[in-house]
């Protein structure tokens, strides 16, 4: 996720519809001092959810309703989170760490959501499990595995000329789960490449937002 772009702009703009918006400036498995580094960006995710349901009477937020929105490798991490978040992935620290970090919903765009023995990015393969990973971890982060009934409701962007990610990564996350009864929507753009966040750039694409938050408003918690 650009911290900018496809961050503070969409904190603003779900501001202006009324919706808490909390950016989550999360660690990259990139530190050599790290000796499992492939968990520490769902530590992250994890703490962030806990950390916005220990403030929910403070900032006037629903905590049956904190949902996660993540595009490209953020989106990888928000499907991890929603599969994952049951995983001790951190000892605890304190008395957040009691709260579930279970996200309400989820918003995965231009996701790498997929069958990791065939389409892994390359820069989830380097980054997250290395460049020799062994099988068991490829399908841990494979996260359309991971679906469960459980899987929080799920609203899917993509777009079908995505040099980046395949859209074909959206598709297995959203077939998964449509095989486990999870309310899912999926929009899948011809044109918009990887990284249009907001969408401006191109009329058809603009009219994502407006699906998402009508999706957001409909949500029964």
């Known amino acids: 996720m650009a911290y900018d772009w496809e961050g503070t702009d969409f904190a603003k703009f779900l501001n202006g519809k009324g919706i808490a ?34 403030k929910a009477e403070e900032w006037n937020i629903n905590p049956n309703n904190v949902g996660i929105i993540g595009f490209s490798a953020g989106g990888h991490l928000a499907s991890t989170l929603g599969t994952h978040y049951k995983e001790e992935v951190y ?62 409701p799920t609203f899917l962007l993509h777009a079908s000329d995505d040099k980046g990610v395949p859209v074909e990564n959206s598709l297995l996350f959203y077939t998964a789960l ?8 999926m929009h899948i753009y011809p044109t918009g490449g990887h990284g249009f966040a907001l969408g401006l750039q191109e009329a058809q694409l603009a009219t994502w937002t407006d699906q998402w938050v009508g999706w957001l408003k409909g949500l029964k918690n």
């Open 21 to 54: 918006g909390i950016v989550v400036k999360y660690r990259l498995p990139n530190s050599k001092s790290v000796t499992e580094k492939h968990k520490v960006p769902l530590q992250d995710a994890q703490r962030a959810i806990r950390t916005v349901r220990s």
């Open 91 to 152: 000892a605890q620290q304190d008395a957040i760490d009691q709260l579930s970090a279970r996200p309400d919903f989820m918003t995965l765009a231009l996701s790498g959501n997929y069958n990791g023995r065939t389409k892994y990015p390359w820069w989830i393969q380097k980054e997250l499990i290395g460049r020799k990973p062994f099988p068991k971890l490829l399908d841990h982060f494979s996260n359309e595995l991971q679906v469960t009934a459980d899987t929080p």
């Open 178 to 185: 449509v095989k486990h009864q999870v309310p899912a929507e």
